[in-house]
């Protein structure tokens, strides 16, 4: 059971904005394969949607998207939405314009102080953790030649944020502005999507938030153990996803899909296994089954033994922990990842007897 948490349901704009760019850039693959997983359709508006604002955009801002935003789950903004109270598209250029170079380049460099903390966990065990490896930028540079989990194009990227922290921030401030024009004529209609489900989602939440978390959005209860307050926005664009932001100690932001969690309250025990069978129809994902059963491991071990990239290896992982067959124990910013072997067995035993009619 978890301790009292402060909940609350909302919805945000901003964070459409920041989820639709991320499909622009290059996670349309990634969000396929989810969908795939899941055997769940995208939402066809949806996709028209993200149709439509690409062919009103220029191939030098669709670059330029790809340019800022290409990670599957990229964080950048995310955090500076939520301590900026940011409610409002038009003011997400405005309000990024007016940080310092220095200041703008944390949040440009955010996922990249991630990768580097994850070699370094000692340097990051405080919440300062981003000021601390910033605070020397010389010392950082040295920093990133030496990290084995950044890509060659992750480690140019950060250099030249570095470089030119100015240019930087310019860039991405000119590409909000032209991003927030095309996308304004969506957000009422993407407003009424998220207030539709606040308020089918509300009195679920409110009333038993332990069993909306586990059974609505499938989300380990583990991950919000700390919580003492918690806010949930749901996202038209996410569908099935949920991501997760900790601004602050023991505040928790969950960005979630609008529309599969609904799914996800019907479903029947033929979809839960078609689903488990679609996990294990992966020949990776039987390599991470075989490596956990042996042993916990990180996810960056992981990812070197059967040679995948850490975004990779975190996207099989993720869809291991969304039917509950692996968990994980946090150690300092290291995730060690575990084989749930009682639910492995569960779910075989339920696939014999799905498949045989018994």
Known sequence: MMKKVEVSLQTNPVFELLVSLNRIADSDQLESSYFENAGYPP??????????????????????????????????????????????????????????????????????VESVCEQEADICQSEKGAEILLADLESFEQRLAGCQNLSTADREKALEFLRYPAEAKLRLVNLLEQYVRVFAPYVAELDELDRAEVERSRSACLDNFEEFVTNYLKINLKILAPAKQVILIPNAFSEILTYFLQPAKGKFVLVYGAFISKKRMREKRSEEIKQFLKVLSEEKRIDI?????????????LAKQIGLTNATASYHMTMMLGIGLIDYERVGQRLHYVLKKEVLKDLLDKAYQELTNL
């Open 289 to 301: 089954i075989k490596i956990l059963a042996a042993k916990p491991a990180l996810g960056s071990d």
């Open 43 to 112: 939402n066809p508006r949806m996709t028209e949607i993200i149709q439509e604002i690409k062919s009103n955009l220029s191939t030098f801002y669709r670059q330029e998207i790809s340019f800022f935003f290409s990670k599957p789950v990229c964080s950048l903004l995310w955090d500076f939405v939520i301590t900026e109270g940011i409610h409002d598209i038009n003011q997400l250029p405005v309000k990024f314009a007016e940080l310092s170079d220095i200041d703008s380049l944390k949040h440009l460099l955010c996922d990249i």
